[in-house]
């Protein structure tokens, strides 16, 4: 299996909302990343989690917060987002191995409009 | 400062030409990774090739392959015989040994490639 497995992969939602994007995965990778990729620009990091802990936040704003469950899922937490929040929000993971270079692995994405 | 540089913005080709898509990288670490994705407009990043900074021998991959000069910090890919399906954006990515964990990336601003038949 080697795949990573985003949900939902549309999603609408109100400046007021609260909602979770969500992403599994089942290789056995011990680090996990969430990006955002804009139209017709290419992805930027947000966060990284290494062994379920936060190891990277690339300065993101609060209204985005992540968290890690488990070694298998990764959440991003949405609140009081802005339309210009909208995007396609990757997911990604990668074997925590400095010594095996790999590949990181992307989900198909999440595209959210904030309405 | 770390950064990867994509020149090319867009690329039209027709069915059956070879198309080169151009990537040149700035890193301080000496030791690194480079990638190519392809993302399809279904949106995923699909994973194409990735090359080590202490390994130039450069290789063929199918109807990929790739042109690793560090003396250029260039990172170059080549589609032979391009098909419509390969039509997409292609990124170049950089990743760093320093990095905090795993492989964080780096992305150039993505090359469109569009092969028509």
């Known amino acids: 299996d080697t795949e990573v497995t985003q949900t939902p992969k549309h999603l609408v939602m109100g400046m007021t909302n609260k909602k979770s994007l969500k992403c599994e995965q089942h290789?056995?990778?011990?680090?996990m990343y969430w990006y955002k990729q804009k139209a017709k620009k290419p992805p930027e990091l947000m966060f990284v989690?290494?062994?379920?802990?936060?190891?990277i936040n690339e300065s993101v704003p609060s209204r985005f917060s992540p968290e890690c469950p488990n070694s298998s899922l990764l959440n991003l937490h949405l609140h009081a987002l802005q339309p210009e929040d909208s995007a396609l929000y990757l997911c990604?993971?990668?074997?925590?191995?400095?010594?095996?270079?790999?590949?990181?692995?992307f989900g198909q994405g999440t595209r959210l409009t904030v309405v | 400062a770390q950064k990867v540089t994509q020149a090319q913005t867009e690329i039209s080709v027709v069915e059956k030409e070879d198309v080169t898509l151009d990537c040149v990288y700035e890193?301080?670490?000496?030791?690194?990774?480079l990638f190519w994705y392809k993302q399809p407009p279904s949106g995923e990043l699909v994973f194409l090739i990735r090359r080590n900074s202490f390994d130039e021998q450069n290789e063929i991959s199918g109807r990929y392959s790739w042109n690793f000069q560090k003396s250029t910090s260039s990172f170059n890919f080549t589609i032979t015989a391009s098909q419509v399906v390969d039509s997409a954006v292609y990124f170049c990515a950089l990743s760093e040994w320093g990095n905090q964990a795993g492989t964080a990336l780096i992305f150039g601003k993505g090359t469109t490639l569009s092969v028509s038949s």
């Open positions: 290789m056995g990778h011990r680090a």
């Open positions: 989690y290494s062994y379920e802990k936060l190891s």
């Open positions: 890193t301080r670490d000496t030791t690194y990774y």
């Open positions: 990604a993971s990668s074997p925590h191995d400095r010594d095996r270079n790999t590949e990181a692995f």
